[in-house]
């Protein structure tokens, strides 16, 4: 069964920086493209960052476009956000997502739970 | 960049009830819509992509139609376990918009 779980959310100050997390397990991670997804507080969904399979192609939310980098290790079948320069408007659940298909432009259907980033002082 | 608006934002239901979201993108993304729902605490789920296709082991009673910039999700029964908030999500290039979702409650 696919699955993935984030690790890594915590309570950051203002202007730090933190790691997150992604395993992978039940599928070929290398093939399919991966997402980071994340939801404010009472809010809806927005995404924030796109990996391809072989994490040479990337793209980024305007949101979070210089402070946010997406990476991946295909051999620990993990994705990663690393995320300076927080601000309070960064505080949200941060999900890793699946695309559908392991070719071209498609929706997530494997989510993880979510993990928590309060940015706060 | 292209926005999606959802409608109602809310809407109060009861059981049995044939219900209908409707989300509008400000361009035309052709087929290229998914629906989720999501509960409280819980990460959305897939319900149907390329506009009207079901993802797998999804009740026959939901439904979705349209394309260019009008789409909707049909429940055509409500159940108790359709109470949940909705969002649709184009996937036309590499943006994958999100509307600001349709929370379904009991009426």
């Known amino acids: 069964e696919a699955q993935l779980v984030e690790s890594g959310g915590a309570l950051v100050q203002p202007g730090g920086s933190l790691r997150l997390s992604c395993a992978a397990s039940?599928?070929?991670?290398?093939?399919?493209?991966m997402n980071w997804v994340r939801q404010a507080p009472g809010k809806g969904l927005e995404w924030v960052s796109y990996?391809?399979?072989?994490?040479?192609?990337?793209y980024y939310a305007d949101s979070v476009k210089g402070r946010f980098t997406i990476s991946r290790d295909n051999a620990k079948n993990s994705l990663y956000l690393q995320m300076h320069s927080l601000r309070a408007e960064d505080t949200a659940v941060y999900y890793c997502?699946?695309?559908?298909?392991?070719?071209?432009?498609?929706?997530?259907?494997?989510w993880g739970q979510g993990t928590m980033v309060t940015v706060s002082s | 960049d292209i926005q999606m608006t959802q409608s109602p934002s809310t809407l109060s239901a009861s059981v049995g009830d044939r219900v209908t979201i409707t989300c509008r993108a400000s361009?035309?993304?052709?087929?290229?819509l998914a629906w989720y729902q999501q509960k409280p605490g819980k990460a959305p789920k897939l319900l149907i992509y390329k506009a009207s296709s079901l993802e797998g082991g999804v009740p026959s009673r939901f439904s979705g139609g349209g394309s260019g910039t009008e789409f909707t999700l049909t429940i055509s029964s409500l159940q108790p376990d359709d109470f949940a908030t909705y969002y649709c999500q184009e996937y036309n290039d590499y943006s994958w918009t999100f509307g600001q979702g349709t929370k379904v409650e009991i009426k």
């Open positions: 990996s391809s399979g072989d994490d040479t192609t990337k």
């Open positions: 997502a699946r695309e559908r298909l392991t070719e071209g432009i498609d929706p997530f259907d494997i």
């Open positions: 039940g599928f070929t991670f290398t093939t399919y493209s």
């Open positions: 361009q035309s993304i052709s087929i290229w």
